[in-house]
């Protein structure tokens, strides 16, 4: 069955960087394109970023450009999040996804405080 486990998260200061992995089972997962999403408390979970089967194409929501980046590597069958310049308003459990699958990991918690 399909399955994400999300990691790396933790306690960031300000302007920190940090650095999420998702490994992902159950799939053929150079088949998919991989997303990262967000929920911060209280607000709806939103898109943060999505990369292409091969990795050559990605996209980011507005609020983290420039800031984060997406990756993959197809032959651990990982997506990553590389973030830099992180800000209180990063605050959020991040989770990785595929739009073909109805499904939702555990996700990792990101806490942005000084």
């Known amino acids: 069955q399909v399955q994400f486990v999300e990691s790396g998260g933790g306690l960031v200061q300000p302007g920190g960087s940090r650095r999420l992995s998702c490994a992902a089972s159950g799939f053929t997962f150079s088949d998919y394109a991989m997303s990262w999403y967000r929920r911060a408390p209280g607000k709806e979970r939103e898109l943060v970023a999505r990369?292409?089967?091969?990795?050559?194409?990605?996209t980011y929501a507005d609020s983290v450009k420039g800031r984060f980046t997406i990756s993959r590597d197809n032959a651990k069958n990982t997506v990553y999040l590389q973030m830099s310049s992180l800000k209180p308003e990063d605050t959020a459990v991040y989770y990785c996804?595929?739009?073909?699958?109805?499904?939702w990991g555990q996700g990792t918690q990101v806490t942005v405080s000084s």
């Open positions: 990369i292409s089967t091969s990795g050559d194409f990605t």
């Open positions: 996804h595929v739009r073909a699958f109805d499904y």
